[in-house]
């Protein structure tokens, strides 16, 4: 799916100013004292307040009755929290779940740096100018029997209105009021379907006007709001789906719509809104399915309709929901009878005789003991959403949809107004956020910033300027030898036959683009094949050697397998570094010198040499860099990723994996790559770092201390085991945890 990644607990994202270009993806620089005391210039997102790497959230997230999984577990960490008074603009910042700033000299006191050129910055933020300010009560819902489907216990206790009054937000499991019930406990009973349900209401705690918990609740009145507004919700999002825009030539949908959350920043409570889109296509499952069809035989292509369908994600209009396929049954189809939640058996829909859809679906580990039995979903009611393949490879069509979806900083301002006028001028929500004295600024919050001066990136002799609006000085490298040229003297070249022209056509590209760069280029060894992955793999065996630096395999196709193919051979059972190119890429004579440069560049540095690097103010540091990957998909093994630098150039890497379980997101193991990585810094450099920074990326606010117990030990164990212990030197532990990526560094005193 096409999706902005959506604002974050603790992020602040820009939507006006000047940094970066304004809007999307640029980015600024902001000052900050070393460990060692001298200044430095680190990039940052303008989409964040704090240092981070830029983190996108996944478009799909886990709906637990209506409740943001990552306000509940921000709550759940608050509750044990004192707040204290914060102090003017500016003053110090307190991170609500894990407080690390207290242990860096250079934030501790104040975050504002003096370098750069003041800009004054806009963002998608909304003060909270009004809030309940009188104690509210807070009550347990229980049903009996028990009712999971978050939509029908609110109906279920929405028909005892007249006794907990008008105003509560009820959140799936809990209620809270502005006024106290008579009894501690009460049962009532409501009806389903001619069934009786009996309702307890209990009394759990009274919450004060400045009660993290308040937040929360917050955020679920103000998804009522969005609702009362006919935004339909898809998700965690809300979209419109009276503006829709229809692109009927590339049978495409696009719903417009926002992404909001309530939270404390530094100084107040704030609306955070950005401009989200559901991109649909106007085909169905069933339309896919059909499409597959072999002419003749009028059947299906089994193989084909599950790789197409299997792990795709699809949308049902009857609900507005969205469900990831995990299979496709074959057997049953609408004819099939299945039981309801009552029990009694129903058919599907008669006239549907296609095969069904499988999902999983989304389970609760509340319902671990409850037999799991996957979701049927009918292809024809099922549309297909995001992107496909062909459609990413069409031009036209990704140029329609980014003109359409990537706002600019004045278009993305439009929008949110538009959204916070219809807050103010629609009375079923003004009713309702009257009713918790609720009121929000119509004014975007706005700050000043600082543009420093320019990162230099420096290739060979030459140094030139990065243009960081539009972050792009490819131009620049192609008129000069690169920063670390390896040789190419022993290197093989695989074709299909009916593809000879395009590898002869791009071997002479590289005689022309390869002496610019330095590069001292002997003759390819020329190879023909067929378009197999048996046959690339049976040259490879015969072919490759010790003596082998590169493989360059000119593809026919986009064939995912024999791309796969080829890598694993080349990556598992014979590490050769490898290069494939697809034919058609090199089919336009006024593009092959550039491809041809490209393809250069990532050969050199696949060999070990380098392009060009950057100047980071830091002397004899490492970086780090972690993150999982979790197969979505085939929910196999989650896999962790670990690399370090091990030159002060940053141009040469260390990197390791490690297996764990499927949707485990802390690391095991961090002390063997850490250790392996240190020893080949010091083979390297004949010295050991005397600072680590660590980034770690894929964790949210209420993962944070959880990390820092489980993964921080282990970094600092390593460095007592590697750091000799009568060199004096004693690992001393800092973090900044940013509000995208947790940033820790070590140092060696």
Known sequence: MVEPAEPHDGALPVSVGEVGGGGGGGGSRIELETLKGAKTELQVCVNCWKVAVMYVASPLHPTVVGVNMEELQLATRLRATSLKERKHFGGIFRDHVVDTRQYLEHVRESTTGTLGRPVKLFTNHFRVTSRPQQVTYKYNIDYMPDIEDGKVRSELLLQHKAFIGECHIFDGSSLLLPHKLLLPKTELVSLLKNQVVKLTIEFISELSPNSPDCLRYYNILFRRILKQMNLKQVGRNYYNKQEATEFFDHKLVIWPGYVTSILEYETSITLCADVNHKLLRMQTAYDLITGLRDPQTRKEDVEQVSKELIGSIVFTLYNNKTYRVDAINWEDNPRTKFKKSGGAEITFVDYYREPLLISKGKWKKSQQDTPHKPIMLVPELCYLTGLSDKMRKDYRVMRDLALHMRLDPERRQHELRKLMNTIQTNREVQRELQLWDLKFDTNFVSFSGRILKEVRIFQGRRAFDSHPQFADWSRETRSGPL???????????????????????????????????????????????????????????????????????????????????????????????????????????????????????????????????????????????????????????????????????????????????????????????????????????????????????????????????????????????????????????????????????????
């Open 483 to 749: 920063l670390n040229v390896k040789s190419l003297d022993h290197w093989l070249i695989l074709y299909p036959t009916r593809n000879y022209g395009a590898a002869s056509s791009l071997v002479q590209s590289l005689r022309k683009v390869t002496p610019t760069m330095g590069t001292a280029m002997r003759e390819a060894k020329m190879l023909e094949v067929s378009d197999t992955v048996q046959s690339y793999t049976t040259v490879l065996e015969n072919h490759v050697s010790s003596k082998t630096q590169m493989v360059l395999c000119v593809l026919s196709s986009e064939k995912k397998d024999l791309y796969d193919g080829i890598k694993q051979y080349l990556c598992v059972k014979c590490p050769t570094p490898s290069q494939c190119v697809v034919a058609r890429t090199l089919d336009k004579p006024q593009t092959l010198m550039t491809i041809a440069t490209k393809i250069a560049q990532q050969m050199n540095c696949k060999m070990g040499g380098a392009l060009w690097k950057v100047e980071t103010g830091l002397q004899n540091a490492m970086f780090i860099g972690i993150d999982c990957f979790h197969d979505t998909v085939n929910r196999r093994k989650s896999i962790a990723g670990f690399v370090s630098s091990i030159n002060q150039e940053l141009t040469q890497w260390f990197s390791q994996c490690i297996f764990q379980e499927s949707g485990q997101e802390l690391v095991n193991g961090l002390k063997t790559c850490l250790e392996a990585a240190l020893k080949l810094w010091c083979k390297h450099n004949q010295f050991l770092p005397q600072a680590i920074i660590v980034y770690r990326d894929g964790v949210g606010d209420g993962q944070l201390q959880a990390l820092m117990d489980h993964e921080v030990p282990q970094i600092e164990s390593s460095l007592r085991s590697v750091y000799p212990k009568d060199s004096g030197c004693t690992p001393v532990y800092r973090a900044e945890v940013g509000c995208c990526a947790a940033a820790f560094t070590l140092k060696a005193l």
